[in-house]
């Protein structure tokens, strides 16, 4: 004869005999949601998933539904990502959801709108707290995957630009169910080291449901909690994002973002030899023509009234003519030095000039080295010349103090 047992026990045995099974402690369950409910005290969501035969209970507890950036809806299409057990009090067998995704397009625009609609209300989109990117930042954070392409063009396009650029990358994920969370942590961390002018938040051409972690609510408060200005470059130009509205700037690629975020360091030494060849000439000029008049101030006839004045006056009006030479060639000497000192000025900050006399830079994994002690035997750097660059191993470390 078979075993008595209870009612508690035996539901005690299937939802243990449930929570074992390692298939069923992470499922990906695909289904239409019916008979959603949200309870009014705990927050919790009550509702079923079906298909085309069947139907099962779910419930998404307080905590992981705080964290949708959308409200589920009656017939919505979903992805749910979830635990199956036993509820022991009743016997009732149901899914534990931990996190839920719009399966298909109508269902992910309906989330992307109302999660845009929500964070708009909350001022999270307004101008007002858009942050200006700095002129020319020291050190440039990156938020991104460190095998996409992404990356490669941003490093690429600041290079050409900037050669001395600095980064500090934060390497993430920029798909899947922990993307959101990787990310949203990035920019915090990024923020708080106190190390970075700007942080580009970025990643390549994908489809929708790629891009789908950049719509997280997490990564929305994230940027617009981060005091450092933040620059989205989420997919292509035409692809938007929630993190496009919440970000002190918008770039449509991540090359158009390394544009945007550094100094073309060419262009500024350009137009700054363009505006002193413009002051040096414009200087000629008006010299030239002080010399011009003085020329016809002496030749002039009216002069001839001199001779006929007693020599004390005569005498009189030349010194006067001279100290007006002498006050010219004063400001003629000032004005060639203060372009001597502008010519100076710009050569000095050319970071090519240094080069250009023989010095180098000397960068390990794309961070200048000041001291030996920051280099071990081995290590593999790179040699930045004027014409080039050289790879290098260290074969020897010899620290000295500067004196």
Known sequence: MANVIGVTALNRYVKTL???????????????????????KTGHFYFSLKDEQCAVKAVMFRREAQQLGFLPQNGMRVIVRCRISLFERDGTFQVYAEDLFPDGIGAMQL???????????????????????PAMPHCIGLVTSKTGAALQDILNVTRRRDPMARFLLAP????????????????TRLDASGRVDVIIVAR???????????????????????KTPVVSAIGHEIDFSILDFVADLRAPTPSAAAELATPDLAGYMRRNGEICAAIRAKMQNRLQLCRCRIETYRASRQLSFVHALPQKRQEELWARQDALCRQMQKKLRDARQRIGHAAALCGSL???GVLARGYSVVQKEGRVLKNSADAQIGDRVEIRLFAGRLGCTVESVENEENG
């Open 172 to 187: 993430v994920t920029v798909q899947g169910s922990e993307a959101a969370s990787e990310i949203a942590d990035a920019i």
């Open 350 to 352: 050319n970071p090519y």
């Open 204 to 226: 390549g051409g994908g489809s929708r449901e790629d891009l789908w972690v950049f719509n997280s609510e997490t990564v929305a408060r994230a940027a617009f909690a981060c």
């Open 111 to 133: 989330a992307f709108e109302q999660l845009k609609e929500k964070l708009e209300r909350e001022g999270l989109f307004a101008e007002e707290h858009k942050k200006p990117l």
């Open 18 to 40: 449930l929570d074992c099974d390692p298939v069923l402690t992470d499922v990906a369950l695909r289904g239409e949601i019916s008979n959603f409910t949200k309870h009014y």
